[in-house]
Every structure is written in C-alpha cells, then in structure tokens.
T-cell receptor
Framework: DGGITQSPKYLFRKEGQNVTLSCEQN?????MYWYRQDPGQGLRLIYY???????QKGDIAEGYSVSREKKESFPLTVTSAQKNPTAFYLC?????????????FGPGTRLTVL | KQEVTQIPAALSVPEGENLVLNCSFT??????LQWFRQDPGKGLTSLLL?????REQTSGRLNASLDKSSGRSTLYIAASQPGDSATYLC?????????FGKGTTLSVSS
C-alpha cells in the first residue's frame, strides 16, 4: 500500500541535543512538507521541498533543518537552537509542488524535551 | 495574510443528530479547501477536497460546501455516530502549502 511513514512515533530529546525525524513516502510524489502542531492549534509549515535537492523555509523554520537527497525521503532535524521543540510533527506529500494538489499526511512523531 | 477560523472549537451531540461544522477564511484567492479528520495522537485523514471551481463534495454521510465569495465552508455530518468523535480540521490551499484552522473537536455520545 502506498503511503507515508514517519519514525519514530515518540522521541525524547535532552536539552542541547539535535534529533532527526524520519519521513518516507512511496507515492512517487514530487513535493514533501513538514508541519508542526501544538495543542489546540492548527498546523504550521516548517519546511517544504518541491523537488529533490531543493527546499524552502516555511513560516517557522528557525531551529530546524532539512535535506532532500532522495525523492522518497525528507528528514527533519530539530537542532538545539529550537527553544521550544515539544510538539507533534507531521510530514505530508503531494504530486505537485503547490497546494492545488491534495496533500497526504503521515501518522506523525511526538517530540518531547526532557 | 490568509487566516482560517473554525467555529465552534468544541461540540457535543447525541448519537443520530445531524450537525454542521463551520470554517471561514479571509482571502477568497484559494486553489481549494480540504477537510481532515484527526484522532487523538494520530495523523490527518483527508475527508473531502473541494476545488475552487466546485460548490460541494459528498462522501457517504459527509457533505462539504464551499462559498468562495463569502469565504465560508461547511462540513455537514448526517446521522452522527460515536465513531465520528474526533477533531475536524479545515485547510485552504493558497500558494505552496495549506493554511489550517485550529479545528473543531466533536464528541458524539451514545
């Protein structure tokens, strides 16, 4: 079955640590996205990539970094510069690189800072 | 800047009731509007996608309408069931990524 996988499901980070969240899709989609969700809030865009080896910052990119070396993979690194990283992180993908195309979402990773 | 608002924030209804969830947006220049369902601790499941040229979409007991000129969309759920309990998010497509509302949390009691 085609879809998006995210790992791990739960992640715990100590102060000062960098952690990497995995996102893989087998839908042959060109575009991939990372969103952050805080309790009682809508999703906010962190980074997006419309094509391999290219990505752009979203609304809240500070303290995060990404790479897009393969079409199917779009890992997100939460760096120590992100002061309040505890949140639910959702990865999505779409056929094209604009919101004209329907986005499919993964199951999410919950990150907690200890 | 596009803003998306969902009212009410929470809703409790008895099983079998028909209900309407509301979504409003400030800029009518959108590609589409998408309704999602989110269960606690889970990802988003797409329910309905309405392109800007369409007025409504239907799937089973769900019907979503779109009025671009007034900046409004509604999600109608017929004959609600306890399994419909979840948070419902609407999002508008305008540019690269989706812009989300904060959601309506629905509780259907048996």
């Amino acid at each position: 079955d085609g879809g998006i996988t995210q790992s791990p499901k739960y992640l715990f980070r100590k102060e000062g640590q960098n952690v990497t969240l995995s996102c893989e899709q087998n839908l042959n989609h060109d575009a991939m996205y990372w969103y952050r969700q805080d309790p009682g809030q809508g999703l906010r865009l962190i980074y997006y990539s419309q094509i391999v080896n290219d990505f752009q910052k979203g609304d809240i990119a500070e303290g995060y970094s990404v790479s897009r070396e393969k079409k199917e993979s779009f890992p997100l690194t939460v760096t120590s510069a992100q002061k309040n990283p505890t949140a639910f992180y959702l990865c999505a993908s779409s056929i094209g690189g604009t919101s004209y195309n329907e986005q499919v979402f993964g199951p999410g990773t919950r990150l907690t800072v200890l | 800047k596009q803003e998306v608002t969902q009212i009410p924030a929470a809703l409790s209804v008895p099983e079998g009731e028909n209900l309407v969830l509301n979504c409003s947006f400030t800029d009518s220049a959108i590609y589409n509007l998408q309704w999602f369902r989110q269960d606690p601790g889970k990802g988003l499941t797409s329910l309905l996608l309405i392109q800007s040229s369409q007025r409504e979409q239907t799937s089973g007991r769900l019907n979503a309408s779109l009025d671009k000129s007034s900046g409004r969309s509604t999600l109608y759920i017929a004959a609600s069931q306890p399994g419909d309990s979840a948070t419902y998010l609407c999002a508008v497509g305008a540019g690269t990524a989706l812009i989300f509302g904060k959601g309506t949390t629905l509780s259907v009691s048996s």
